[in-house]
Nanobody
Framework: QVQLVESGGGLVQPGGSLRLSCAAS????????MGWYRQAPGKEREYVAT???????DYADSVKGRFTISRDNAKNTVYLQMTSLKLDDTAVYYC???????WGQGTQVTVSS
């Protein structure tokens, strides 16, 4: 079972940037498809982005062109670089190991002026 720990959330103004990190335990991280999801208050958890073991990425339409998912297999870490943040990006962001089904505890991102 992979354990995931997110960090990097916080309060940012509209138009600002944040980088989220997700540190994973386990020796098979490099083979795992990893993803980011988010859940806004009163809404269901939604897909944000995924990255394959080979670095192929996919994004939700709502974040395409603004967010970038990446991974560093040597550090067992996946990142989510978020730019041009909007009020609607406010949510708890969760790291997810698609391959193993594991979820992190989430990190709060609040976009507010």
């Amino acid at each position: 079972q992979v354990q995931l720990v997110e960090s990097g959330g916080g309060l940012v103004q509209p138009g600002g940037s944040l980088r989220l990190s997700c540190a994973a335990s386990g020796s098979d991280f490099s083979f795992n498809v990893m993803g980011w999801y988010r859940q806004a208050p009163g809404k269901e958890r939604e897909y944000v982005a995924t990255i394959s073991s080979g670095g192929i990425t996919d994004y939700a339409d709502s974040v395409k062109g603004r967010f970038t998912i990446s991974r560093d297999n040597a550090k067992n870490t996946v990142y989510l670089q978020m730019t041009s943040l909007k009020l609607d990006d406010t949510a708890v962001y969760y790291c997810h190991s698609v391959s193993t089904g594991s979820w992190g505890q989430g990190t709060q991102v609040t976009v507010s002026s």
